[in-house]
T-cell receptor, first 115, second 113 residues
């Protein structure tokens, strides 16, 4: 069974609108971490945001926030006021229980920002 | 920028030849990782290291070996390259109290003919 599911293979959004990229995860471990990465067309992987399973508050980093709904096992990335430079592939990932060999990536969502 | 470089950045090789990819970091990170990225699969962990001479297997380790004789260098070796190992290879390090942040190198594009 897939541990990380990103159901939106592609999205088109108008510039300046907010964007929500979906991510659901599956784990029975009470301790885990959730990550989001951005991969522009140039190919590099850029770390965006991290949420620990015990964190009380939703993580935020500038225009990025992580909508963490633990009961629903959901960790959606929200980008406020989208920009053309946000066009990229976005990956959700999970690390279970502090075990470094259990870092699992979703298959990604390609985001296109329209002018 | 976590000071991670990968070499070579691009390589074309033939089936059956050995290939070694190098990951170099300058900030004394303990944990280092090798991933491969393929269309439709996202990133998959090949091997990782939690210290000098301490390595372990990831999800897709068959056909790959690693070595870490110095903190700063993590080598990935394809003993006998196959066409199925054509991929983009990323090295990563993790940092933070709980290793909660991973930073990636620029990637190596490998083509096995």
């Amino acid at each position: 069974a897939q541990k990380i599911t990103q159901t939106q293979p592609g999205m088109f959004v108008q510039e300046k609108e907010a964007v929500t990229l979906d991510c659901t995860y599956d784990t029975s471990d009470p301790s885990y971490g959730l990550f989001w990465y951005k991969q522009p067309s140039s190919g590099e992987m850029i770390f965006l945001i991290y949420q620990g399973s015990y964190d009380q508050q939703n993580a935020t980093e500038g225009r990025y926030s992580l909508n963490f709904q633990k009961a629903r096992k959901s960790a959606n990335l929200v980008i406020s006021a989208s920009q053309l430079g946000d066009s990229a592939m976005y990956f959700c990932a999970m690390r279970e229980g502090g075990r470094d060999d259990k870092i699992i990536f979703g298959k990604g969502t390609r985001l296109h920002i329209l002018p | 920028d976590a000071g991670i470089t990968q070499s070579p950045r691009h390589k074309v090789t033939e089936t059956g030849t050995p290939v070694t990819l190098r990951c170099h970091q300058t900030e004394n990170h303990r944990y280092m990782y090798w991933y491969r990225q393929d269309p439709g699969h996202g990133l998959r962990l090949i091997h990782y290291s939690y210290g000098v001479k301490d390595t372990d297997k990831g999800e897709v380790s068959d056909g790959y070996s690693v070595s870490r004789s110095k903190t700063e260098d993590f080598l990935l070796t394809l003993e006998s390259a196959t066409s199925s190992q054509t991929s983009v290879y990323f090295c990563a390090i993790s940092e933070g109290t709980y290793q909660e942040t991973q930073y990636f190198g620029p990637g190596t594009r490998l083509l096995v003919l």
